[in-house]
């Protein structure tokens, strides 16, 4: 009796096993299973070696935001500031065409949001490198004006990137403060700490001003009949009737909203009598903080009057809006008034959370794959 | 043929067979079934490829699940004593030998000890099933006879 011998006698006490008679359909499912895997590996390689083969050759991707476009341009639901960065790539050419703002960073980098499609541009504006000028779009969003250090003012027409030199028609040796287009985005009044005037940035016509016209120092409704002036803070927004009167009117706003008043700061005229402005809502306001809103003007009765929020937690300081991308009010409060064209995508910075997601689905595809072969090479040997 | 018929034919053709050597493998009837139904499961998952020899392939299946099964379940289980054990029908002394003598062995060494001399393979073919080397084949079989002649010596003996 050897050792084989005794095996064989052991072995013969093994029963016949009852074999489930599902195994060929489980195996069968299981093959399944296995191709689909091994289909979505090979998928996510390809896509994984594609993308990264596109990133490494392939052209700069381009800084446009993740939603769509509108063709006729919009105001965007909400600003926000641009990251801090260290010598930011600046557009030189300011033919960017229609915008809906503009404003200068916290940096004092000088930004135009594109109307149709909510592009951020960061662009170079001669003689603002020091400090922070004034900084202006037109109410139909074309051109924008900026007054430069040396007391100069400029103005880019954003269809062309043309841009204008209207230091002589204003001819002021003073560095310019305050600028504010009218509503027909082609006249610009201009300020500074003793002069004031008017110039049309067409024609080149120029006109001084006295500094105590409302209009020097107001936005001037479309009309030409009244002009919205920036008040202290208090219970009513401040206007005054352009002309030689410069009669001040309050236009009373809602307690409700501002138990505690708040200030009015009159960005441009959406229509004839409806100004956007941009409210601080002080602590224990309805809605706390800079804010844009549309409010009827006080020379309509005031059961015409309505006070729309348009824009909430507004970041940045002087806000400069192209009034005239506002809609005309149908009357209902579900209207939409701006656009949400998604996050912005900054330039110069590259968003990197897909390569990262990139590289972590590789790591994972490369691990599925590795370890479906070892087995492979296991079973099959 | 179908696959699905040639499946079936093999299965039970060949079930008895395999469940002779999942026996030796496990000392234990339960496990050994389950190892034959993980095997045979492996086999249907992969038949298109290995149809040339689905036996091969399925004892291939069960040494390494054997081994892997152990190394699973070391710290979990323990046996089920006299539940599983064999009521042997002829030379009870000598076979209650071998089994216990088996049941103190590893399961690489009881594994290796049944394709060596009960499967019949040499030492190559063993490493090749296995997964080890030639000499870890060698040293194993060394240390389990050793082993096995410390148990059960008058087996060795017999098989010398």
Redesign the interface.
């Known amino acids: 009796m050897n050792l084989r011998s005794e095996l064989e006698h052991l072995a013969d006490t093994a029963p016949r096993p009852s074999i489930d008679s599902t195994l060929w359909d489980q195996g069968r499912a299981l093959r399944r299973r296995d191709r689909l895997v091994t289909s979505a590996v090979v998928l996510a390689l390809v896509v994984i070696v594609g993308g990264l083969v596109s990133l490494v050759v392939g052209p700069p991707r381009a800084f446009e935001p993740a939603d769509n476009t509108v063709p006729g341009g919009a105001i965007p639901n909400r600003v926000v500031e641009p990251p801090v960065m260290i010598d930011p790539p600046l557009e030189a050419n300011l033919g960017i065409g229609r915008a809906s703002a503009a404003f200068f960073s916290a940096g004092g980098v000088p930004v135009i949001i594109g109307a149709t499609d909510g592009r951020y541009h960061l662009v170079k504006l001669t003689g603002t490198e020091d400090r922070r000028a004034a900084l202006e779009l037109s109410p139909d969003g074309r051109r924008l004006a900026w007054s430069s250090d040396d007391s100069g003012v400029s103005v880019a027409d954003l269809t062309t990137g043309d841009v204008t030199d209207l230091r002589r028609q204003i001819g002021t040796d003073d560095v310019v403060v305050t600028l504010s287009w009218r509503a027909d985005s082609t006249h610009l009044t201009w300020a500074n700490q003793t002069r004031g005037g008017i110039v049309d940035v067409v024609t080149g016509e120029a006109e001084q001003a006295s500094m105590t016209d409302p209009f020097i120092f107001g936005s001037v409704s479309p009309d030409g009949e009244l002009a919205a002036v920036i008040g202290r803070r208090g219970p009513a927004a401040l206007f005054a009737a352009v002309g030689s009167s410069g009669t001040r009117l309050r236009r009373a706003l809602p307690v409700d909203l501002y138990p505690k008043g708040t200030n009015v700061v009159p960005l441009g005229w959406a229509e004839d009598h409806l100004l956007l402005a941009e409210v601080f809502g002080p602590k224990g306001s309805y809605v706390e903080g800079s804010h844009l809103v549309l409010l009827t003007s006080p020379d309509r009765p005031e059961s015409e009057w309505t006070f729309r929020i348009v824009m909430r937690d507004q970041p940045v300081s002087d806000l400069s809006i192209a009034v005239d991308l506002i809609p005309d009010l149908d009357g209902t409060s579900s209207q939409q008034l701006t656009h949400d064209f998604g996050e912005p995508d900054w330039p110069g910075q590259r968003d990197i959370s897909w390569i990262i997601g990139l590289g972590v689905a590789a790591a994972v595809a490369v691990l599925l794959g590795l370890r479906w072969l070892w087995r492979r090479r296991v079973q099959l040997r | 043929m179908t696959d ?1 018929s040639a ?2 034919e093999f ?1 039970h053709a060949r ?2 067979a ?7 493998l496990t000392g234990n ?1 339960h496990t ?2 389950d190892l ?2 993980h095997a ?8 298109e ?2 149809s040339a020899s689905p036996e091969a ?1 399925a004892r ?2 069960m040494y ?1 699940q054997n081994i892997s099964w152990w190394r699973k379940r070391r710290f979990t289980e323990t046996t089920l004593g006299a539940h599983d054990e ?6 009870s002394d ?2 209650l030998t ?2 216990a003598a ?1 049941a103190r062995l590893t399961p690489k060494q009881r594994t290796i ?2 394709l060596r ?2 499967e019949d393979l040499t030492e190559v073919q063993t490493a ?1 099933a296995v ?1 080890v080397s030639v000499s870890t084949v060698k040293s194993t079989t060394r240390h389990a006879l050793a082993r ?1 002649r410390a148990i059960a010596p008058d ?2 003996e ?2 010398s």
Not at chain 2, 40 to 47: C, G
């Open positions: 699905r499946f079936d299965v079930s008895a395999l469940a002779r050597t999942a026996y030796l009837h050994a079934e034959v139904q045979l499961l492996q086999t249907a998952r992969h038949w490829r290995i392939y291939r299946v390494h064999v009521h042997p029908p002829q030379d000598l076979r071998l089994e088996l000890l049944v001399f009960f090749e997964g096995l087996l060795v017999a098989d």
